[in-house]
């Protein structure tokens, strides 16, 4: 079933519809938000605002265009108000990471570096870019779907994603000969 | 392959690391506590929309109205003072005038006998003639 119908469907109260809708957009709807708010059990509350916020608001939501960057802009501004919310809890951020270069080659260690530090090199961004990149190279969003989500100049999503790939691929570049591993 | 930052097509490589760096935990159990939300607001009578959205849906029709109303009040009151001024003279010209006998035109228009009012009011404002 198509996601209008769907939407359709949980607009007239069906409550199945909109757990299928969830299960569609659950991996999306927690990667932005962890994409705005560092911390994964925040990002995990902004991401769950954001699904009832577009339950309430299925109304205004219009069937003729996709259903994804509609629901997107909604978990994006959930996360967005939950991390102006939380300023004063906010954590250190990380120090940049160096790749792990001693004899005993930890697989598992390797990917928390890893993580860890393209996590820093992600939250160093400016909070549009890391939604902009994380839509078109994680999820596939088009330029102008994401102009929609984030409600800017479809040549300043290309702008967007273009500094913060440049940012983020020097970091991969630190941990090039151990990617094929650890990613 | 690696995809240059100017590149119109996704950076699967990128985007690999980013969605291990991004992905949460058990998806099933999120979809669960969602759920259990979404039934809870059912359950508490779930209208559609909270108050405040409702509020929030009415503040710019508010506002417009709001604006609409100030200019027809404004238009209305400037309005007035210039009907108010024409007013005033159209009462007070038949008073005013004087004819050729020296005599306020309103005196002569009716038969009635000017009150003592009238003839104080008529003498002193004709009384430069």
Known sequence: MEDAELA????????????????????????????VVANEADADDAAQDGFLAALRNLGRYDPTRPFGPWLMRIVANAATD?????????????????????????????????????????????????????????????????????????????????????????????????????? | MKVSPFDHRPDRELGKAL??????????AFVQRVMTRVAEMHAGGYAGLAWWEVLDTWARPGLVAAALGLIAGVMIWAGGLTFGGENSAALGDPL???????VPAAFLATARPPSLNEVMGAGLAGDGR
């Open chain 2, 19 to 28: 969605r291990s760096v991004l992905t949460g935990a058990d998806e099933e």
């Open chain 1, 8 to 35: 359709a469907l949980a607009h007239a109260g069906d409550r199945d519809a909109f757990g299928e809708l969830v299960r569609r957009y659950v991996g999306q709807a927690r990667r932005v938000a962890r994409s």
């Open chain 1, 82 to 183: 939950r991390r102006r919310r939380q300023k004063v809890r906010a954590a250190d951020p990380l120090s940049p990471q160096t790749p792990f270069t001693g004899t005993s080659p930890d697989r598992a260690a390797f990917r928390r570096q890893f993580r860890a530090a393209l996590e820093a090199a992600l939250a160093a961004l400016p909070e549009r870019r890391r939604i902009a990149v994380v839509l078109f190279d994680v999820e596939g969003y088009s330029h102008q779907e994401i102009a929609e989500v984030l409600n800017v100049p479809v040549g300043t999503v290309r702008s967007d994603v273009f500094h913060a790939r440049r940012a983020l691929r020097k970091e991969l570049a630190v941990w090039e000969d151990l990617k094929e591993e650890i990613v």
């Open chain 2, 96 to 102: 005013q005038a004087v004819g050729d006998s020296g």
